[in-house]
């Protein structure tokens, strides 16, 4: 090759709805589309691949959420997290509330007491 590698060919081609975050490429039109359709109160564009799991004093793993971008553990229980296209509060009963709607939020921290 004339001096391109092979990640500037891949970076060319891409589509310019496709976002790259964290080494990753995401479609986030087709997810977005995807969680629309499956009826998520907040549907973001994050793949539902992406999944927050958890593992029990047994080794047992079970999934939290799906589609998250990142998240932080507040000091009540509650998950605060990125689905790509907003933060959102998982209560500790299950529930959620939309704190704002924001794009590409990360490194989040819980500053509420």
Request: net charge positive; hydrophobic share 30%; with cysteine.
């Amino acid at each position: 090759m004339s001096g391109k590698n092979s990640k500037d060919i891949k970076t060319k081609n891409r589509s310019e709805k496709d976002i790259f975050f964290d080494g990753n490429v995401i479609s986030a039109q087709e997810a977005q589309k995807a969680k629309m359709h499956k009826g998520e109160k907040f549907p973001g564009i994050i793949p539902r691949s992406w999944e927050l799991t958890r593992m029990d004093k047994n080794g047992n793993q079970s999934c939290i959420k799906k589609g998250l971008m990142d998240y932080t553990i507040c000091q009540n229980g509650d998950i605060l997290y990125s689905n790509g296209n907003a933060i959102i509060r998982l209560h500790t009963d299950g529930s959620e509330e939309l704190i704002e709607k924001c794009s590409m939020a990360n490194n989040l921290i819980d500053i509420s007491q």
